[in-house]
């Protein structure tokens, strides 16, 4: 069955930088793409970016172009995504999911991680 | 890359319908044919109820269905249950992003 299991909270200093992994299992990795997407506390859901697991093509939302790089590892099934230059307001649960961009949008999801800045 | 407009809430009980709608721009909700719809119970990871405006997913049931009309697609759920008490969000592909809607309450009364 496919599964997107992400790595545990973090809490970071205003400044500082995050990485999230999402270790992916149960399907071809290649064959699909990974969104990521955030949700702050009491809010709603913020597409943040896709990269594609096949080639590594990138496409970022406009307000995080700078400071986000989202990476695959086909080694290990796994996709990245780091956060520079945390700010308060990027306290989030962030979620991995699985997308096959035009084909088929985010079926399966990740189980979330926190990711807290705070000084 | 403005995000979708959605009504904060909807509600009805058990039994009734229910339509949610989703307003967008001829550059995402009106130039594609991929309008996706999300549930999200408090705590859990959201899941996906409809792709391409009208499909559904495995294992969804057909009390949920999708539609289109110009720049605003709709999520109808008919028959509704205590289950169905969540958030929902609508999500458009729009070329080189994707853009969600600002959720909508779904209270089952």
């Known amino acids: 069955q496919v599964q997107l299991v992400q790595s545990g909270a973090e809490v970071k200093k205003p400044g500082a930088s995050v990485k999230v992994s999402c270790k992916a299992s149960?399907?071809?990795?290649?064959?699909?793409?990974i969104s990521w997407v955030r949700q702050a506390p009491g809010q709603g859901l913020e597409w943040m970016g896709w990269?594609?697991?096949?080639?590594?093509?990138?496409n970022y939302a406009q307000k995080l172009q700078g400071r986000v790089t989202m990476t695959t590892d086909t080694s290990t099934s796994t996709a990245y995504m780091e956060l520079r230059s945390l700010r308060s307001d990027d306290t989030a649960v962030y979620y991995c999911?699985?997308?096959?961009?035009?084909?088929?949008?985010?079926?399966?999801w990740g189980q979330g991680t926190l990711v807290t800045v705070s000084s | 890359q403005s995000a979708l407009t959605q009504p904060r809430s909807v509600s009805g009980s058990p039994g009734q319908s229910v339509t949610i709608s989703c307003t967008g721009t001829?550059?995402?909700?009106?130039?594609?044919?991929?309008v996706s719809w999300y549930q999200q119970h408090p705590g859990k990871a959201p899941k996906l109820m409809i792709y391409?405006?009208?499909k559904r997913p495995s294992g969804v049931p057909d009390r949920f269905s999708g539609s289109k009309s110009g720049n605003t697609a709709s999520l109808t759920i008919s028959g509704l249950q205590a289950e169905d008490e969540a958030d929902y969000y609508c999500?458009?592909?729009?070329?080189?992003?994707?853009?969600f809607g600002g959720g909508t309450k779904l209270t089952v009364l």
């Open positions: 001829s550059s995402d909700v009106g130039g594609y044919n991929y």
């Open positions: 999500c458009s592909y729009a070329g080189s992003y994707r853009v």
């Open positions: 149960g399907y071809t990795f290649t064959s699909y793409g």
């Open positions: 990269i594609s697991a096949y080639n590594g093509n990138t």
């Open positions: 391409d405006v009208s």
């Open positions: 999911a699985r997308d096959r961009w035009e084909l088929l949008p985010m079926d399966y």
